[in-house]
């Protein structure tokens, strides 16, 4: 019997303006900075319309106590909490998935296992969790958190924090409420409930969740992170991750190397779908996008750029990076390194690095004509550099807009890209197990 042709995934990541920091400047953009439930639920339609895979919400968290001018020059978009929206925007989609970010260094398991699998059964089983463990000390003193929490200890929470709420999930059989007998006064039958008690080194619980087990069995879980104990966490647990590269070569060695570690866990590569961003401008030719794209550059705020721990204002725009002892801090390592080894390999100024690094983060740019940018995400799957791209236009709503007008009608006539959805929860649009709950003996899954 042959076998099913590989398909591609396609993502979106939504900001308000979109995510070029000086997207809420462009003319277009003519909404104030007040979250809009409006705004959203139009978003979230325009991905389902176009068949994404997943509507992806980040979660800027906390922010520092000291207000600047240069604080009131940012366009981050002050907007809902992730969870609260994706709930909203489910009553709204039928099968979109909606993947919510939720920083474990923020949170309480038993609360998040609760929160997830509510949005679960509102959704119809479209929930995924995009489990973060970074740790800011300007965040964590909104929360009273005095004592910081290196790389490692962050991933050993991480860990720790999805092991509990796996076991929350499942401490319900599939079926426990299923068939409440009126007759005999019998709501659920005792066997079916395995009550929880853990105690580890960092979270500890004991009870029953209470709510019934998520429709998917556990949300899809996301995972963002390039450098290796984040690569080795990814092999272990997630489902999809959000990564970046900005070459082909680079992306296929990432892709290569992750699927590799899935092994020693016992789990098939294919379980494990690799995303890398895609910040697309695209228009009806090459000029077109690279125009549209100027316009957004030209608009570029140089007026602070830190970089591992340096302010670099002071040092001339168009003079390549600096020789300095250069301090990354513990969050975000492995783009800081991505960032100084481009700079260093192309000899960048501040200002071309600004420009080609920092207005993407670091994701691949494809600007350009319908055919450059499909031929790109081609490539780019074809060759396994990638299993699909999580879209993060740099203007919002109308280069996604493009993007799903010009792009992908060529994606799916090139028979890369699904036409329609298939019938089922957000893991069975990815082509993912569902995973069964080790409790039950007899487990549906």
């Known amino acids: 019997m042959a076998s099913t042709p590989r398909q591609l995934i396609l993502n979106v990541f939504f900001q308000r303006f979109g995510h070029h920091p000086a997207g809420w400047r462009h003319p277009s953009s003519k909404d104030d900075g007040r979250p809009n439930l409006a705004w959203w639920l139009r978003a979230a339609k325009l991905a389902e319309d176009a068949k994404f895979h997943t509507f992806f919400l980040a979660d800027f968290i906390g922010r520092s106590a000291a207000v600047d001018k240069q604080t009131g020059r940012s366009g981050l978009s002050y907007q809902f909490e992730p969870l609260t929206l994706l709930s909203a925007i489910a009553t709204h989609t039928q099968h979109i998935g909606l993947v919510g970010t939720v920083n474990i260094n923020f949170s309480d398991p038993y609360n998040i296992a609760r929160?997830?699998?509510?949005?679960?059964?509102?959704?119809?089983?479209?929930?995924?969790?995009?489990?973060?463990?970074?740790?800011?000390e300007a965040t964590a003193k909104n929360f009273g958190i005095e004592a910081a929490r290196g790389h490692e200890e962050r991933y050993a929470r991480a860990a720790?924090?999805?092991?509990?709420?796996?076991?929350?999930?499942?401490?319900?059989?599939?079926?426990?409420?299923?068939?409440?007998?009126?007759?005999?006064?019998?709501y659920f039958q005792q066997e079916s409930a395995h009550p929880v008690n853990k105690q580890g080194v960092y979270y500890k619980s004991e009870g029953l969740l209470d709510f019934p087990r998520p429709i998917q069995g556990y949300p899809v879980f996301v995972q963002a992170g390039n450098s290796d104990t984040g690569r080795e966490f990814a092999a272990q647990h997630a489902e999809m991750t959000y990564c970046s590269a900005t070459s082909l070569k680079v992306a296929q060695e990432y892709y290569a190397d992750v699927k590799g570690r899935m092994t020693k866990y016992g789990?098939?590569?294919?379980?494990?779908?690799?995303?890398?961003?895609?910040?697309?401008?695209?228009?009806?030719?090459?000029?077109?996008?690279?125009?549209?794209?100027?316009?957004?550059?030209?608009?570029?705020?140089?007026?602070?750029?830190?970089?591992?721990?340096?302010?670099?204002?002071?040092?001339?725009?168009?003079?390549?990076?600096?020789?300095?002892?250069?301090?990354?801090?513990?969050?975000?390592?492995?783009?800081?390194?991505?960032?100084?080894?481009?700079?260093?390999?192309?000899?960048?100024?501040?200002?071309?690095?600004?420009?080609?690094?920092?207005?993407a983060r670091g994701h691949l740019q494809a600007i350009g004509s319908v055919k450059t940018v499909a031929d790109l995400i081609e490539e780019w799957f074809v060759e396994k550099g990638a299993d699909g791209f999580n879209v993060v236009p740099p203007l919002l709503p109308q280069g996604f807009e493009d993007f799903t007008r010009l792009v992908v009608p060529e994606l799916q006539r090139r028979g890369i890209f699904r036409k329609e959805y298939q019938h089922g929860t957000y893991r069975d649009n990815l082509g993912l197990d569902r995973p069964a709950n080790p409790?039950?003996?007899?487990s549906n899954a």
Do not use: C, M
Request: glycine share 8%; net charge negative.
């Open 439 to 442: 409790n039950s003996l007899d």
């Open 160 to 186: 720790e924090f999805l092991d509990l709420t796996k076991a929350l999930w499942d401490s319900w059989d599939d079926d426990a409420f299923d068939t409440p007998d009126q007759q005999t006064g019998v």
């Open 267 to 359: 789990r098939d590569p294919d379980q494990l779908k690799i995303s890398p961003g895609l910040s697309v401008v695209v228009g009806e030719s090459n000029q077109e996008a690279q125009d549209k794209f100027g316009e957004l550059q030209s608009a570029v705020d140089f007026s602070h750029i830190e970089f591992g721990g340096y302010d670099l204002s002071q040092y001339p725009l168009d003079e390549p990076l600096p020789d300095l002892p250069y301090q990354p801090s513990e969050n975000g390592k492995g783009r800081f390194l991505q960032q100084l080894e481009l700079a260093r390999r192309e000899n960048l100024t501040i200002r071309q690095l600004v420009l080609k690094f920092r207005v």
């Open 115 to 136: 929160e997830f699998t509510s949005l679960d059964h509102l959704s119809g089983g479209r929930a995924g969790w995009n489990i973060v463990s970074s740790f800011n």
